[in-house]
């Protein structure tokens, strides 16, 4: 019999945190959510709030030094360049029993939690389809998308799934379970490194990426320059899987923007390291060429340097 899951802490309340939060607030006690945050955070939260939508939330707030009961799972949706740091905020909130999540976008945040903790506590997941457009704690969505979850052996359904997905099933987040999860989280890292990193050099929305022109052809290059490294990878990705994410992408509100571009327009910096650098990585590793990720690295990267001109 799967364990039930009662508590959760949830870390980082960007787009897919918010997004995620306040569908669990709808269902759960607020005691039973906590929102792990330093001070300043949650100081900023309770100031402006947080709203979904239109509508207000008012989470259960907790720094990461107070000490608490483990909770039964824990998920990040932190940025990239923050989730070590996430990892260890979180540690007051962990126990042996404790199930973890990550939202990322990526291939290696799990690898990271489950050196942090054990790869038996995680499981493996991925946001796919949504739409979210997130300004100073203020989301907008049209699409909610879906949390595909899985274990990474294929066509096993282990314990621990079968857990989250009853949980996301009682508090009625949109989700799958994938029996070849790795395989998708290959297929959605592709699609972000053709649509992330396009619409934020090229374009100004997905309607950019969704109509003929520099940013689709773009990102179809950046796309397809994946491939060959999932294929190296061991991971069973063709040109055939193209189609399937380009109906993805078109599925989107063409006014929302993905959050690299939004990186871009707030002169934050993006997670490029973990989309095209991660592609350069590899390709040096597997002595493999990745023209439009290098220029597409090269040109994120300038936009960067001018954040502090």
């Known amino acids: 019999m799967s364990k039930e899951i009662k508590t959760v802490s949830l870390i980082g309340l960007g787009a897919l945190g918010i997004l995620t939060a306040h569908r669990f ?40 030094e107070a000490f608490s009961a483990p909770a039964d799972l824990i998920i990040f949706a932190v940025k990239y360049g923050a989730l070590n740091e996430a990892v260890e905020a979180v540690r007051n909130q962990a126990g042996p029993n404790t199930l973890f999540l990550s939202l990322l976008n990526g291939i290696t945040s799990e690898e990271i939690i489950a050196k942090a903790y054990s790869k038996e506590q995680v499981v493996h997941a991925v946001a796919q389809g949504m739409d979210a457009l997130c300004e100073n704690s203020r989301l907008t969505f049209s699409n909610p998308g879906t949390v595909f979850i899985g274990d990474p052996e294929e066509g096993v359904s282990s314990e621990k799934v079968r857990s989250v997905a009853a949980f996301f099933e009682k508090t009625g987040l949109p989700y799958a379970v994938d029996n070849d999860i790795v395989r998708r989280m290959w297929g959605k890292f592709m699609l972000n490194v053709g649509i992330n990193q396009a619409v934020a050099v090229f374009g100004e929305n997905y309607g950019s990426a969704q109509n003929e ?20 990878n061991g991971i069973n990705i063709t040109e055939a899987d193209l189609p399937y994410w380009f109906k993805v992408i078109d599925s989107l509100y063409p006014e929302s923007k993905p959050s ?41 990267k300038e936009i960067e340097a001018t954040y502090t001109a």
């Open 260 to 300: 690299m571009r939004q990186d871009v327009e707030a002169r934050r910096y993006s997670e490029v390291k973990m989309l095209s650098g991660a592609v350069l990585a590899m390709s040096e590793k597997y002595s493999v060429k990745s023209p439009v990720n290098e220029m597409l690295y090269r040109k994120i």
């Open 213 to 232: 022109g520099q940013t689709r052809d773009v990102m179809i290059a950046a796309m397809r320059e994946v491939i060959p490294l999932a294929q190296k």
């Open 25 to 64: 607030a709808k269902t759960m006690p607020r005691e039973s959510l906590k929102i792990i945050a330093d001070k300043e955070r949650i100081d900023r939260y309770r100031q402006n709030g947080v709203y979904a939508n239109g509508e207000a939330y008012d989470f259960n707030y907790v720094l990461p």
